[in-house]
């Protein structure tokens, strides 16, 4: 650990000198930055955990960043038998985007698509004490053979299906949530980094409002906005957090003697949860053996209204 | 199964009398209508077949039909570290879009949001024998500090990247294959017909270039073309095949004692390779105790300029 | 379901003439039959939720029933990073054996084989409350290196291994528990009672002191003491319950119309576990179409002090 | 890597003075030392390759070393329904043990408890071009009720059982093959060196009659032959290879830099197929970045038969 990385540091916060550690990973004075994101939960049953959860990946692929993608998705929670509504195991995604009508077009596309053509299925709202609703009318799939009937307290609709019945529960809940809360594990090897990564990643999905909705919820290739070189980029490689180039550009914020970063971003349905995700995260990297330093990224505070900064979460 | 079984079905063909058996389940006679498609075949690799995995599935989620999805797609082989360009394990998948130019785009947005981000991962050309390829300029993400290298014969691109670098071989091979393949397993109970599908799919993915983009491979909801009460749908439920129905409409197809019915539906690289799909997975699904009948699903050979005979098929 | 099922029940106690249903399903009124049984419970940790799993899955295997395994056994948990003593995913492992010496000897062997050698591992006392304890004196593998450490309040022995250092809590809570609890599905097909045994497996395994010894927690071949026709044979075919013999042999307790039965074997570290097991088990089965009915298995209460009525649980 | 690794290579072969690198790592020129052993392949079949798979891994549990266990046992292949003699998704195990007898005990008592037992299986000879045969008289467990068939070319008995028909075929082919080939891999950090060794295990395990028996396929705490110490152990840790004991102990053979070791150990049938594994399996650890050297276990070539040097096969 040099001083120059210091130098780097886009913390506007005046540095006092004290020095963070966590598991004897220096911490750097710095912030994640992170936006307001509509969330809906969806929570879909099935006659077994296995078939649950192939429905939910469907529904959540092709969802890493709103940037390139129709939503944010990801697994949040697994729910036993004895929890769910309708007695059988269940898998609850989150579904993000900034923008609420187009959450909604979304909810409906991967709810019609990848759930309800799924074997055994239903589809329950995971946020039933939301105040806030948005209505999915996917019922009239049924073509007029549908009707509307109860399972536990929930007002669900049965639409027949060449499998037997769907049933929906069509409000679905939705709140005004926490997305991009990120952080940054750099490690002596990809492989360190990475396990570091994996473990963060198990620690934060084991609170039940969190998503990382990249794949395995570990992100490789960081970008920063725009490009130095292609004007018609919107976003590239985040190069100066490229250990490749750490010895060829100056300005590098690689520390010495680190091989790979790893970012963790972590969608959530309230600041606290993400808080306690991020928390959670960096205790469980910096218990691996080989990581370097911990990091976040930001935009020097300008574009998001989300700030987490890393010395007091830790 | 009574005889009012053959009065519903849709085949035009002289029916001669003589009923087709697989394994003592009656086949119908009748024929599956499939649609030409661009299928475009990315090779993932990474430093884990797990890894590989991941990628794939993020790459291939919301993909389940054009209808309502970007593409259609779905993992198609497996490779093992001696057989992949860069002596890592791979998973193979495909990409599937009627429009040439719709399908480049789904490439490159799924190639830059769920394989780029994932950890440790590579991009090769999965059909390098291919005479047609499109290019993904996917190296711009490098902002200049990209390079063109070669692994084993692959001309790739170096993008570097915070977890290290990405590699991807730029050409991507495309076929004009078969979209569509299908039939449909009915049996005495949802258990029952499911168990068929998960057996027929199992059979149907051995095979190299096939993929069932469906969760799981299975679909529950079959669908008709419009609606007969809401104008506005474009596609509502296969009332004709709904067992909850049976008793309730006319003309209904579902045979007696018959409570679930399940359809698979295969996209190829060629006709050859879904007639043989169709093969494998109707026997492998008429192995299962408790199916009653295979059918399948067309549309009176109006739309779709394949056509597969069950009775030849089988 | 016809009255003969009835005469041939073994339950000992005055038939009222009123019977009992769960979601429509016929529940025999009869009473499963269980042991007393030690029961060790360890929990593994590493530094990924998958490789604790992996160590967990060699530890338990060929565990399935004492009659022919060292111990029967099986993961009875998965413990999130914020609740394991060193912060690291986890499962828990019951292993289960009547003789305490015998399940001591099988605790220390699979310990030392099938977590020792484990990648990242470590382990502590899955039952710290418990009031015995066994110790498994494994330290001496470190020849001398091994030394005495802490992990939060948990004392271990930490020994240098070729990986890094394992570490280990010696002293292993056991309780006197029940083994043996069970019941019966009785399916239409095949794949629909495996569906319903599934679906109660995964309510039984909910709960966290519970096991299903078996391979997947589901008994395809149940037997009886003894044998009709091979003097030699301690336990052979329950012929009685064996679907393909029913109209070959008198006396059979198959109902109509059933294809097959699987059974589902619970041990618990109480009585009051276990039978909520078997009541939220036997409620998961019966959701799923096409069960006919459930029973249990007994020796007539001639060998297990533990009655376990079915309609007292439902 | 230092000089003094050299004086402390245990290879009695003269030392030319030329190092072997493979991609840049250091292969010790040192010999694995492996030993005789008969091998029994049981093919197990079921409905879905998961049920498979389940029943294979409960019978290949607790089966690690055969100086704990009562066999060594693992996967060796997966088989394709259209591949299987029953047209269903298949796992291929492997059986190990040096005495022939013991070994058809461990066969009998593993098919009985964890094959017989599971859901859907079938259990055929996985080597039917064996020259010599096992017969494991399972269909006793009928009590009479059981009855010769055929699948395919296969001469099986059917055995009534609760779920239906196991049927088996009852010849097992055996051969003499090679135990305890192995390789050691040696890394900056326990998540590098993890990561290279399962990287090798996917390799070795992609040929079809090779199996590794330790928990993930990899070793974390390899032992030498008796105690410094503690007289009454037979074996304890391998200190000389104890990354933590490097600095306290003289005769380490720790290279400098070196965090974890772990050891890959390969049972195949034939020198051959262990030699291949050997090779495919070093090279896919030495594509890891952070591998800072190879080495082999041997006992001075005392014990085992066979040798594998390093340098020949890399």
Known sequence: MTSSD???SVNEEPNTG??????????EDTFAEAFDGWMASILITASKRDLAEIAALSAVGFGTSVIGCGAEAGISDYVIPQKSPDGRSGVTILLVHPDKKQLKEQVIERVAECILTAPTTAVFNGLPDAPEKIPIKIHYFGDGFEYQTTVKDRKVWAIPVMGGEFLIEE???IVNGVAGGN????????????AAAQAAVEAVLSLDETICSFPGGVVSSG????????????ATTNHLFCPTLRD??????????????????IDGTSYDVV?????????????????VKISAGNYDGKLGPHKFYLRDIV
Chains 1, 2, 3, 4 share one sequence.
């Open 171 to 173: 409000e679905i809940g």
């Open 183 to 194: 952080f940054f594990i750099m490690g002596v090897t990809q492989s360190t980094a990475l």
């Open 18 to 27: 004290t020095k963070t550690f966590c598991n004897s990973v220096l911490i």
């Open 275 to 291: 808080r306690q995700a991020m928390h959670d995260g960096i205790h469980a990297a910096c218990s691996v053996n080989g990581i």
């Open 223 to 234: 970008s920063k906005v725009g490009s130095l070189k292609y004007k018609f980029m919107k």
């Open 6 to 8: 210091q130098n780097n």
């Open 248 to 265: 060829r550009i100056s300005g590098s914020r690689v520390p010495d003697g680190v091989r790979a970063i790893y970012e963790i971003v």
